[in-house]
C-alpha cells in the first residue's frame, strides 16, 4: 500500500499503482452518458489517466482544466480524467468550465478500477475515493509511467507525465 498524506495527515491506499513496464490492468468506467468504457475501447491509443477523489475540489479541477489545455497539443494520446464523482457531476463541470479536450470517466459503479489499480484511500476522511494519480499508458496497453501524488492536496507533476509519452 502507498503511505500518503491529507494535509500532512497519514493516509494509506489499499495498495501500489501497477509495475511500469506491465499490461496496464483492464477496467471498465461510465462515461458521461452512462455507457460502459473499458480501457481496450482506448487501444492504439496512448493514454494519461489523470485520477483524482473529487472534481468539486480546487486541486482536482485545476488538474482536469490543465490537462484539458494539454490534451489538444499531444498527437494519438487520450486523457481520461477518472474520479468517483457521479457522471452528471462530471458533465456539470466540465460544461461549465467549456471543457472539451479529456474524457471524463467515473468509478462509481462498482469502484474496481480504484481497487485493481491500488489507488483506492483506505484510511482517514477520503476513504473510498481515489487517490490522485496519474497513469501514462503506450499505444500496447502496457503501463509507461505513474505518479502516486505524496500529499493529496497537491497538484501531480504534469510535465513528468507529459514526458512519458
Known sequence: MAKITLQGNPVDTLGNLP??????PEFTLVAGDLSEKKLSDFSGSKLV???FPSVDTG??????R????????LENTKVLCISKDLPFAQGRFCGAENI???VMLSDFATGNFGKEYGLEIATGPLKGLHSRCIVVIDEQGKVAYTQQVNEIVD?????EALKAL
Not at 19 to 24: E, H, K, L, R, V
Not at 66 to 73: D, P
Not at 155 to 159: C, Q
Open 49 to 51: 489517466l489523470n485520477i
Open 155 to 159: 497538484e501531480p507533476n504534469y510535465e
Open 66 to 73: 490543465t490537462f484539458n489545455k494539454k490534451a489538444s497539443e
Open 100 to 102: 472539451e479536450n479529456v
Open 19 to 24: 509495475n511500469t513496464g506491465n499490461q496496464a
Open 59 to 64: 486541486t482536482c479541477a485545476t488538474s482536469v
